[in-house]
Each structure stands twice: as C-alpha cells, then as structure tokens.
C-alpha cells in the first residue's frame, strides 16, 4: 500500500477509538481489554502460520513489559473517556512526545533543542487555558484531565521502553508478544475488579469489536506500515490530526460541545506539540 494512503487509513481507524468507548455500554478497562485481545486473536494466527513468533530473551521481555504499560495507557484513557469529552482527552493523550523529552533530559541527559522547550512553555500554556487558570490556583482539577494526562505519561514510557526494538524483531512478532502481555494484564485487572467480560448487548459488542478490529489491529498495523516508509517525525505530526478528526465524530455521533477556552486551549496545546517535532525535523534535514 501507498504509504501516505496507509498513514491516512491509519489516522481515520484510531481517531474512532475514543468514540466507540463512549458509545459501548462496557466498563472502560474491559473496553481495553477486548480492544487489543480482539486484535491478538486475529493476528496470532497468521504469525503462527508464518511462524513469526522467533524472538530473543531481551526482546521478549522488552515486548511483555511494553505490552503491560500500553494496556495500562489504554486502561486509564478509557477511564478518562468516561469523565471528559472525547476531544478534550484525546488530545491531552497525545502530550506523550512532550514527557519523553523531559524523561530523556532528567534521566539520560539528553539536550533537547530551543524548539522542544518552546513547544513545552506552549503546551503548558494551552493546557492552562484548557483547565483554567482559577481551577489550577484552586488546585481544582477534573478527574477526568488527570487521567487523561496519565494516560499520556504512560505511553511515552511505553515509547522509551520499546523504542528500537522494531530494528531488531519483525513488527508482526513484536506485535503478537506485546498485545499478549496486555491482554493477560487488562485480564487480570479486569478480574480483581469482578467486571463481566460477556453479559453486554449487542450494541456494546458491535462497539468492542470495532475498537479490535479498526482502531487496534487495522489502525497500528497501518501505521506501523507507513513508519518503514515515511520519517518518523512526518508521521508523528500527522498522527495529531487524529485529535481534530476525533473531535469531528465527537460533535457528530456524539453531540459534544466544547467551551471556548476548551477550543482555544486545544489549538495552542496542538501548535506547541507540531513545534516540538519540528525541531525533530529540522535535525533529520541537518544530518541528511
């Protein structure tokens, strides 16, 4: 496949994610969990038909342990899903590629750019005029802001643990170990919190399925596809369309209505995260 045609493809499947959580009727960990075990179950087939499950001991176990911080990630933005608007959430989810920078300069040193901490000040700035600035000096904050802001930390854990292991082990492999290790993950949370995993109506099925089949295993599968073609940095700005697509559904299926300083703060957060990989990019045309 083309790969911007795939990248769009991808863009479009994940953008209906937080959607189909709010239309389903299922407990928000328990959306997680069919979303990536749904995908586990059509995918481990043909990886043992191409028997593409080879992977050494470290990668495994880098794998498993990615896959049980994305199974949290996807645990705690579903919560979030709950308490907040679909946009709102969605798009402070994606603050992930701001936390690996600051995670990379206090633990690895790593100097970032003028641009990356100029992005930072603007995000920081956008989310202040999200929340507000009376709520923040009250220290009144939505539950649903915090877990969403969670959510974001989490996968930009998930990234640094992962990161360079698809150099080195098939997509296809790392893919069937990391979406079991959360699938047993969100299993078992699932269990120690006596959710149902079958008494749903149909609805609620059609929902969970969509959540397997388009935004986990069509969507990442896509744009895993498109990461072998494309710079990393292009995809990564793209991929915060997602948030302006997920707010499009929002207002169609779901009636949402965002405040003014809801909107204004999600375009200065959405501005400040672009900057930050720009900066990316610049360094990759420096050293091309």
Not at 91 to 100: F, K, M, Q, Y
Not at 262 to 285: D, M, P, Y
């Amino acid at each position: 496949m083309n790969p911007k045609a795939s990248l769009v493809i991808g863009i479009l499947c994940i953008s209906f994610s937080p959607i189909l959580v709010k239309l389903g009727d299922a407990p928000a960990i328990t959306s997680g969990f069919y979303r990536i075990f749904i995908a586990w179950l059509c995918l481990a087939p043909y990886c043992i038909a191409k028997r593409s499950l080879k992977i050494g001991r470290n990668e495994l176990l880098i794998a498993v342990a990615g896959g049980i911080v994305f199974g949290a990630d996807i645990a705690v933005w579903n919560i979030s899903l709950l308490k907040i608007s679909a946009t709102v959430s969605t798009l402070l989810a994606n603050l992930a590629p701001l936390w690996v920078g600051l995670l990379s300069f206090l633990i690895f040193k790593k100097r970032s750019g003028a641009l990356f901490w100029i992005g930072t000040i603007v995000s920081i700035l956008g989310m202040v005029v999200l929340v507000g600035y009376q709520n923040i000096l009250a220290l009144k904050f939505n539950a649903g802001i915090l877990l969403a802001l969670l959510a974001s930390f989490l996968y930009a854990i998930y990234i640094m643990i992962t990161r360079g292991i698809l150099q080195r082990i098939s997509t296809l492999t790392f893919m069937f170990y990391n979406m079991l290790g959360a699938s047993i993950f969100l299993l078992i949370i699932n269990q120690l919190q006596h959710n149902s995993l079958f008494n749903y109506p149909a609805k609620a099925w059609l929902c969970l399925l969509g959540l397997g089949l388009i935004c986990q295993l069509t969507g990442w599968l896509t744009i895993n596809n498109t990461l072998r073609h494309l710079a990393s940095t292009k995809v990564s700005i793209a991929l915060l369309s997602q948030t302006v697509i997920a707010c499009f559904w929002a207002t169609i299926l779901l009636h949402e209505k965002l405040e003014i300083n809801e909107i204004i703060g999600s375009i200065i957060v959405l501005g400040g995260i672009a900057v930050t990989f720009l900066k990316r990019n610049q360094s990759n045309k420096i050293v091309n």
